[in-house]
């Protein structure tokens, strides 16, 4: 099993509406959890950072981590044009100096 | 907006070469990383830098591999004989606290 899963799309949705991005992990000592945006051959870009479970929102990005069920979420509301990139999971067990571990990404394409 | 930078965007080098990435990660940020990423494929860890000396290294980073500080500013990545299947983008991030800022990428060829 991967350590860190994700559904690489492709993922085409209209304008306006709702996305929902995820990925799984296995590995249970995870404890930060990030989402990165991921424009083609740029660098990943910090979207939202969250420690253990709960939610987190900035804007029209909500993040969700379940710790039970070893699950993350990014939600999208009103989605734009603009958010089409490809979006990266990434996670690590320790404060500090620790390496992050990424899903694949998955490709999202907002149709105006 | 403080932000890690790359230098040479792009690289072109012949198997067997010796190639030089460079980054200057944010002034404050005290971990820093490197990352490659093989077109179509997930980013991976390399190796993390602390205090001046390696934290962690993955299998990838083998013996043909290293990193240095070499003024307290540039962080760079050598790769001593390059082989075809080190194409890659090769990325920089920095942090200070939990939130790691990556640059935009080195592409590196290998021809």
Same mark, same amino acid.
């Given at each position: 099993?991967?350590?860190?899963?994700?559904?690489?799309?492709?993922?085409?949705?209209?304008?306006?509406?709702?996305?929902?991005?995820?990925?799984?992990?296995?590995?249970?000592?995870?404890?930060? $959890?990030?989402?990165?945006? +991921?424009? =083609?051959?740029?660098?990943?870009? #910090?979207?939202?950072?969250?420690?253990?479970? @709960? &939610?987190?929102?900035?804007?029209?990005?909500?993040?969700?981590?379940?710790?039970?069920?070893?699950?993350?979420?990014? $939600?999208?509301?009103?989605? +734009?044009? =603009?958010?089409?990139?490809?979006? #990266?999971?990434?996670?690590?067990?320790?404060? @500090? &100096?620790?390496?992050?571990?990424?899903?694949?990404?998955?490709?999202?394409?907002?149709?105006? | 907006?403080?932000?890690?930078?790359?230098?040479?965007?792009?690289?072109?080098?012949?198997?067997?070469?010796?190639?030089?990435?460079?980054?200057?990660?944010?002034?404050?940020?005290?971990?820093?990383?490197?990352?490659?990423?093989?077109?179509?494929?997930?980013?991976?860890?390399?190796?993390?830098?602390?205090?001046?000396?390696?934290?962690?290294?993955?299998?990838?980073?083998?013996?043909?591999?290293?990193?240095?500080?070499?003024?307290?500013?540039?962080?760079?990545?050598?790769?001593?004989?390059?082989?075809?299947?080190?194409?890659?983008?090769?990325?920089?991030?920095?942090?200070?606290?939990?939130?790691?800022?990556?640059?935009?990428?080195?592409?590196?060829?290998?021809?």
């Amino acid at each position: 099993q991967k350590e860190v899963e994700q559904d690489p799309g492709p993922l085409s949705v209209p304008e306006g509406a709702i996305v929902s991005l995820n990925c799984t992990y296995s590995n249970s000592a995870f404890q930060y $959890f990030m989402w990165y945006r +991921q424009y =083609s051959r740029k660098g990943p870009e #910090l979207l939202m950072y969250t420690y253990s479970s @709960g &939610n987190k929102e900035d804007g029209r990005f909500t993040a969700q981590v379940d710790k039970s069920s070893k699950y993350i979420s990014l $939600f999208i509301r009103d989605s +734009q044009p =603009s958010d089409s990139a490809t979006y #990266l999971c990434a996670m690590s067990t320790n404060f @500090g &100096n620790e390496k992050l571990t990424f899903g694949t990404g998955t490709r999202l394409t907002i149709i105006p | 907006e403080p932000e890690v930078t790359q230098t040479p965007s792009h690289q072109v080098t012949q198997m067997g070469q010796e190639v030089i990435l460079r980054c200057v990660p944010i002034s404050n940020h005290l971990y820093f990383y490197w990352y490659r990423q093989i077109l179509g494929q997930k980013v991976e860890f390399l190796v993390s830098f602390y205090n001046n000396e390696i934290s962690e290294k993955s299998e990838i980073f083998d013996d043909q591999f290293s990193v240095e500080r070499p003024d307290g500013s540039n962080f760079t990545l050598k790769i001593r004989s390059t082989k075809l299947e080190d194409s890659a983008m090769y990325f920089c991030a920095s942090r200070l606290n939990t939130e790691a800022f990556f640059g935009q990428g080195t592409r590196l060829t290998v021809v």
